[in-house]
């Protein structure tokens, strides 16, 4: 089992920035892979990053060159630096892992709890 735990969502103005963390415990060996999703409403959940143990990364296109993913790998933790937000950036955003490398969210075994990202115009 793996948990993992999700912070620093709110509330921000368009164009600010929030930096949101994921801390994983548990039985993580072996779990490379540390992406975020989110999932604004009425939507799915959509892939925003990916970051590797090996500390590769990939973005979706919608958030390249305003967000950045990184992994401090002695703490098992992900951040999720957002910049520039806008309103369409509003949704609960998740951080998952798994051993695998991909943009489905249905290829990741665990999941933690969401933290809401509300940017307002």
């Known amino acids: 089992q793996v948990q993992l735990v999700e912070s620093g969502g709110g509330l921000v103005q368009a164009g600010g920035s929030l930096r949101l963390s994921c801390a994983a415990s548990g039985r993580t060996l072996g779990y490379f892979y540390m992406p975020w999703f989110r999932q604004a409403p009425g939507k799915e959940r959509e892939f925003v990053a990916v970051?590797?143990?090996?500390?590769?990364?990939a973005y979706a296109d919608s958030v390249k060159g305003r967000f950045t993913i990184s992994r401090d790998v002695d703490k098992n933790t992900v951040y999720l630096q957002m910049s520039s937000l806008k309103p369409e950036d509003t949704a609960v955003y998740y951080c998952a892992t798994g051993r695998s490398l991909s943009r489905r969210s249905d290829q990741y075994r665990y999941w933690g709890q969401g933290t809401q990202v509300t940017v307002s115009s």
């Open positions: 970051i590797g143990d090996d500390l590769s990364t």
